[in-house]
């Protein structure tokens, strides 16, 4: 899980640093690039973590109180 975090952070870094050395947009001395700072990527990361965490968890909880044998059963 926190594998996709570091590999997306990186994904993220090296496109901000690419985009950094060719703007995005860049016409008339208006220039649009990305910005890199630690809270850029820390709020989405640890967002991402807690959403993934959650969306994990809360359907194990909701399997492990349901008795398999009633629910096999019922139509």
Avoid at 15 to 44: D, K, N, T
Wanted: glycine share 10%; hydrophobic share 55%; with cysteine.
């Amino acid at each position: 899980m926190w594998q996709g975090v570091l590999l997306g952070n990186g994904a993220g870094w090296l496109l901000c640093r690419y985009f950094q050395a060719r703007p995005i947009f860049s016409h008339g001395g208006f220039v649009v690039r990305p910005e890199l700072s630690l809270s850029v990527a820390a709020v989405p990361s640890i967002v991402l973590f807690a959403v993934t965490l959650l969306a994990g968890v809360i359907p194990a909880l909701l399997a492990a109180r349901s008795n398999p044998a009633t629910e096999l059963r019922e139509d």
